[in-house]
Nanobody
Framework: QVQLVESGGGLVQPGGSLTVSCVGS????????IAWFRQAPGKGREEISC?????????YYEDSVKGRFTISRDNAKKTVYLEMNSLRPEDTGVYYC????????????????WGNGTLVTVSS
């Protein structure tokens, strides 16, 4: 059974930093890209970053997070991290990780499974 578990959310002041994590189990971790999505209050879910499986090395960032967020993966721990710096109030939302067949130049393709999300609140 596929499981994706996010953690690390919380309350942070504008300009602050936070790292969220996604641990996967129940599938062939090395063969999947992993994507991060964000759902702000009252809005739809938007893709913000993805990272390819071990052999490809592709990384994608949505324009609003480029230069502020960094995605990485530790295959030994079956974990993907999203380091978020210079956080803004508009970064507030529930952050979900998901498995994807591919991480392309324009974002993740063919999302398969989702985690339950972790809430990030950026507020003073």
């Amino acid at each position: 059974q596929v499981q994706l578990v996010e953690s690390g959310g919380g309350l942070v002041q504008p300009g602050g930093s936070l790292t969220v994590s996604c641990v996967g189990s129940g599938f062939s971790w090395d063969y999947y890209a992993i994507a991060w999505f964000r759902q702000a209050p009252g809005k739809g879910r938007e893709e913000i970053s993805c990272i390819s499986d071990s052999d490809d090395g592709n990384i994608y960032y949505e324009d609003s997070v480029k230069g502020r967020f960094t995605i990485s993966r530790d295959n030994a721990k079956k974990t993907v991290y999203l380091e978020m710096n210079s956080l803004r109030p508009e970064d507030t939302g529930v952050y979900y990780c998901a498995t994807a067949e591919l991480c392309g130049r324009n974002g993740p393709l063919a999302i398969d499974d989702w985690g339950n999300g972790t809430l990030v609140t950026v507020s003073s």
